[in-house]
């Protein structure tokens, strides 16, 4: 596959160990890529998977490039690979959140390829793991109980905790993290302004490398964060309202507001310390409670917000946020 090399960027940890997996053959029954969203889970998922199909096991991601297996653009075509994820879109497609969830009507259709004679290493990449329906979770589970000959498993989500624990307890788990600017520097054509506005996940910084529109869009949620962090309540309730729905763009707004708290942290003490340790927490339990699908997010911004201002003695009367 063309530019999958350049794809991928950072994760240097869990590049070494997949490929000292590969190398050693001996990699397990199933994965689970779990980290934030846009940092290049389903990109390393692709990359490992394309491996384990390489005729040539070089034991480097991404595979050889040039076997007859690594020429096939897609591979699921070839029936080495099967891609879940919900409302059943191709795997690579820019879905900011699931639509819906993954269906045990799907299972059931991963089931029927698995039943398909093979000799050969089979992959299966089930994205946005944690939509897995609970019919669809339990059906899963079984096909996980069952020995699947050469077949891998490769599960991706943002949200493991929502994934069935049993279903988790049979799969490796690995993460992937916000990745270093000095990593994403790497990345062609990347400059330092993308890169700050991306906060630490490549998906975003190779979308505004596509399209230049997304980074107004992107300046914009920054200034919202900076605003939200230093300016009125009224500020921090305008940003709740803004970004309830989005859970990406009020993660990377978290992102941009915590680098500054961090900064005014080192210059606190006593009991101004203690209390921006006290609504680091509460903001933090809001973000948590955000990415429950239980709570009213409008409610969990407004706290999340309010917490995460820059401490009182530090306010500048700074002016009214304007979009
Ligand atoms: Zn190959």
Redesign the pocket.
Known sequence: MANMEAMLVGHLRATHYLEAILKKKTWAHGYLFYGPARVGKETFALAFGRSLV???ARGVLG?????E??QISDLRLANRFFCLRPGAAAVGDQEKEPKKTITIGQVRELRRWLFLASEKIRVVLIDWAEALGGDAANALLKILEEPSGGTVFILISASPEYILPTVLSRVAPIRFGLVADKEMQKIEGATDEAIFLSRGRPGILFSILENRELLAEKKKLQKIAEMAYGGSIADAFLAAKILADDAEDREVALGHILAHFRKDFISLEGAPLAGAIGRAKLGLRAFAALQATNVNPRLAADVMFLNFRQPISMLKDKSKITI
């Open positions: 390489c005729e040539k595979g050889c490039g040039r076997c297996t690594c």
